[in-house]
Nanobody, 124 residues
Framework: QVHLVESGGGLVQAGASLRLSCAAS????????MGWFRQAPGKDREFVAH????????AYADSVKGRFTIFRDNAKNTVWLQMNSLKPEDTANYYC?????????????????WGQGTQVTVST
């Protein structure tokens, strides 16, 4: 059974940094592309970042480009999202997701497995 477990969320002030982790089990981690998405109350789930199976390619939403970094260690079955210069509009529940077969990693429907999420709240 596949499990994705996020951690690292919390309440921080604007300008602070957080590093989210997503630990995967029950799958051959190096065969899966990974993504981070977020969902704020009353809003749709939105793409944040993704990374390909070998970590060679990454992509980011325009709203986080230059502030967030996604990276992975396949030996540790873990993907991280380093978030710097956090803004109040980054407040959301953050989810990691995994997929083995995809055409566009920006879309939530492309992902097979999801974690439960970790809450990030950024105060002014």
């Amino acid at each position: 059974q596949v499990h994705l477990v996020e951690s690292g969320g919390g309440l921080v002030q604007a300008g602070a940094s957080l590093r989210l982790s997503c630990a995967a089990s029950g799958l051959t981690f190096g065969s899966y592309a990974m993504g981070w998405f977020r969902q704020a109350p009353g809003k749709d789930r939105e793409f944040v970042a993704h990374i390909t199976e070998n970590g060679m390619e990454t992509a980011y939403a325009d709203s986080v480009k230059g502030r967030f970094t996604i990276f992975r260690d396949n030996a540790k079955n873990t993907v991280w999202l380093q978030m710097n210069s956090l803004k109040p509009e980054d407040t959301a529940n953050y989810y990691c997701a995994a997929t083995q077969f995809y055409s566009n990693l920006h879309y939530p429907l492309e992902y097979e497995f999801w974690g439960q999420g970790t809450q990030v709240t950024v105060s002014t």
